[in-house]
């Protein structure tokens, strides 16, 4: 018995010798890592030449790997430390829209709370703010691709007759075409944005591309105006941690909504005003069109519903 035992411990060495004359390098340091992981590796190895007794060692082994692997915690966890870490480090207000709550979280699941170089952790860029925090009731107005020659006249004197200030953000284009509007907005209290050169879709662009959309814009509306934006809105909304960290090294704040009426598509005046009656709540940042087509539902609903959150208690700054 001895001898057939014997036997089989030969042919596993044997086995084992041949196997490791073929493998590379690099499958041997996995394989060296995954044995120290379960509890095997050259050191179970070694025990099998320890004689008769090496099978016992070797089944233990392998009883004990299954113990450990059955303990341990499952790498899923892991996983969730971004959703937790962009939840703690900026309380907001509740949520009351699900496409901007669906936003919200594709834009966190993009940005890591850090990355290190090294030995040294470098601070993640600032994300996009969603909402205003300054006191109950307060909100925020944006009007964005504008300035136009038609729509922005008018949602001028909208504003100007309910005494509401209000965010444009402009496209530098526009602002080219129309310089004397842009001045306008600025004469009136109103604050410009930048919205990029053309309303361009920024993730999808080259690096260089992509910080052209921004400075070109920035350039066109501080001839314009004599102001240099501090406030940057992505067109689409559409973040990546290359233009957030371009955002950071040019000071300026990136900033989204919380309230999209999608007056853009022209619903109806009256689901436009229902939809902000609806989703609007203290720090809201309302989002409306004055440029990229007919405005005039837009128009004709601020006319409604800027009184009426008036007289619900809201105030408006700028953002």
């Not at 025990?47 to 499952?74: K, M």
């Not at 965010?167 to 919205?195: C, D, K, W």
């Not at 940057?232 to 999209?260: H, I, K, M």
Request: net charge positive; charged share 20%; aromatic share 4%.
């Amino acid at each position: 018995m001895n001898g057939k035992i014997g036997s089989r411990v030969t042919g596993m060495l044997t086995g084992s010798s041949a196997q490791d004359a073929n493998r590379s390098p690099d499958a041997d340091e996995n394989a060296n890592l995954e044995g120290q992981h379960r509890g095997g590796g050259p050191v179970a190895r070694r025990a099998v030449l320890a004689s008769l007794g090496g099978l016992l060692i070797v089944g233990t082994g392998v009883a004990a790997c299954s113990t450990t692997t059955g303990a341990s915690p499952g790498a899923s966890g892991a996983g969730k430390g971004l959703a937790g870490a962009g939840t703690t480090a900026s309380p907001t207000p509740p949520v009351r829209h699900a496409r901007v709550a669906a936003r919200h979280a594709r834009v966190a699941a993009r940005h890591e709370p850090g990355h290190k170089t090294g030995t040294t952790r470098h601070p993640a860029p600032p994300r996009p703010e969603y909402y205003i925090d300054d006191g109950p009731m307060t909100v925020a107005l944006t009007i964005d691709d504008g300035p136009s020659p038609v729509y922005t006249p008018q949602v001028l004197r909208v504003l100007e007759q309910h005494g509401v200030h209000a965010t444009f953000s402009m496209i530098g284009g526009n602002v080219a075409a129309y310089p004397q509007i842009a001045r306008e907005v600025v004469s009136a209290g109103h604050l410009i944005a930048n919205h990029t050169w053309s309303h361009a879709s920024l993730p999808a662009l080259r690096a260089a591309a992509m910080r052209e959309e921004v400075t070109r814009a920035a350039i066109e509306i501080h001839a314009a105006t004599g102001q240099r934006p501090t406030l940057f809105r992505a067109p689409y909304g559409a973040w990546s941690p290359g233009l957030l960290e371009y955002c950071a090294a040019q000071g300026l704040t990136p900033l989204d909504w919380s309230v999209d009426p999608q007056d853009w598509a022209r619903p109806g005046v009256n689901a436009i005003v229902q939809d902000i009656l609806r989703t609007t709540d203290s720090g809201s940042i309302i989002l409306e069109h004055d440029g990229g087509g007919d405005r005039s539902q837009t128009v004709a609903a601020l006319k409604i519903v800027l009184p009426r959150l008036l007289d619900r208690g809201f105030r408006f700054r700028l953002a």
